[in-house]
């Protein structure tokens, strides 16, 4: 794997390097020992997907709140998808940036975000999935999130969402919370 630094501190773009021949490739998505030498602990905890029949639904902007941080590793495995990470960490030189990728099937690049920071996507064809790895288990009771179009961050998503669900919605503006 090769690990390429964004511009949040701590957050990667995550390369797989495939090994290939006649019958097609194969390639390591997750090792810890690799993690570990990038400078990464990221022991995992939960894994959980995320199925989207429909393009352009939108899932996001979630972050969990202390003392829950939950660094994930997501991965496209279906489809494409615009992936976001808002940096939150009121310490972090990068406070209210966010960077964006496109991870598909294809490309088969992740994203490392690290805690206290916002994650969401688009969907960007139907049936695109995307599969979490999260170093810490889902805490309800922590678990927050940021309007996903809020004027505070401007993020610039590549196409107006078709779906979105209540929740997402609803998520207020950003009031300045201190992870």
């Known amino acids: 794997m090769t690990f390429l630094p964004l511009d949040i501190p701590g957050a990667f773009l995550v390369e797989v390097e495939p090994k290939e021949d006649e019958r097609g490739c194969f390639a390591r998505t997750f090792c810890q020992e690799e993690f570990a030498r990038a400078g990464i602990d990221f022991p995992v905890a939960q894994c959980s997907l995320s199925f989207n029949r429909a393009a ?21 495995t279906a489809g494409r998808v615009w992936d976001c990470i808002l940096d939150l960490r009121t310490d972090s030189p990068t406070y209210k940036r966010w960077v964006g990728r496109e991870l598909s099937a294809h490309n088969r690049l992740a994203f490392f975000i690290p805690g206290y920071c916002a994650h969401g996507f688009i969907s960007l064809e139907p049936n695109s999935e995307l599969f979490y790895m999260m170093s810490a288990p889902f805490s309800s009771d922590h678990a927050h999130g940021v309007r996903w179009n809020d004027p505070a ?27």
């Open 56 to 76: 352009y639904t939108l899932r996001g902007m979630h972050v969990q709140v202390p003392p829950c941080p939950e660094p994930k590793l997501v991965r496209c």
């Open 153 to 179: 961050f401007a993020i610039e998503w590549p196409a107006e969402p078709r779906i979105l669900s209540d929740k997402d919605r609803t998520l207020p503006d950003y009031q300045g919370f201190r992870p």
